[in-house]
């Protein structure tokens, strides 16, 4: 399902530069073997942890409605996901939304809290590791994904010169 009207080609542009930016952490998490580095207090794990935030938040980024400026309409590409991914791709997507609502933008109690336990301080308290950085295999999956995101955002910024050559 498309939106009503197109995206400005510098919109365009923005989330084609979020698109690269988080193809890049990607490839330095997987390139660099981040996912198989042992030891909790390693150096490395934290160089995950942070290549993991910004891997999430830059992928995030073109499905949050963006200011776009005095009179201008607020985009995201929400709307083109069922064009762009499988069902499978869907879910993680979703996830790594989730992810980036609950834990990294936000301090959302589902991230931390389990459910059904009683947090009011009487007790001992357990949290979820919410900045578990992404799996070796889901960080693959969304490095494809990323992959057919730069692909349809060029081939909308392709739309958007031919339209505006046509009407000039």
């Not at 698109?19 to 952490?25: T, V, W």
């Not at 834990?103 to 009683?118: K, Q, R, V």
């Not at 295999?137 to 958007?160: A, F, P, S």
């Amino acid at each position: 399902m498309k939106q009503a009207r197109p995206i400005r080609l510098s919109r365009l542009n923005i989330f084609l530069f979020d698109f690269q930016q988080a193809r890049r952490f990607a490839d330095y998490i997987l390139n660099k073997k981040l996912h198989d580095v042992k030891g909790e207090h390693a150096k490395a794990k934290l160089v995950h942890l942070a290549f993991n935030t910004s891997l999430i938040v830059s992928y995030s980024r073109p499905f949050h409605m963006s200011n776009e400026g005095e009179g201008l309409a607020r985009v995201s590409l929400r709307s083109h996901v069922a064009d762009v991914l499988s069902g499978t791709e869907n879910v993680l997507h979703e996830r790594v939304l989730d992810k980036r609502d609950q834990a990294f933008a936000h301090s959302d109690a589902i991230a931390h809290e389990f459910g059904g336990m009683d947090y009011t301080g009487r007790f001992m308290m357990f949290y979820k590791g919410a900045f578990d950085p992404l799996t070796k295999d889901e960080t693959q999956m969304l490095r494809r994904m990323i992959k057919k995101w730069i692909d349809h955002v060029e081939k909308l910024r392709t739309e958007v010169r031919l339209s505006n050559q046509h009407s000039s």
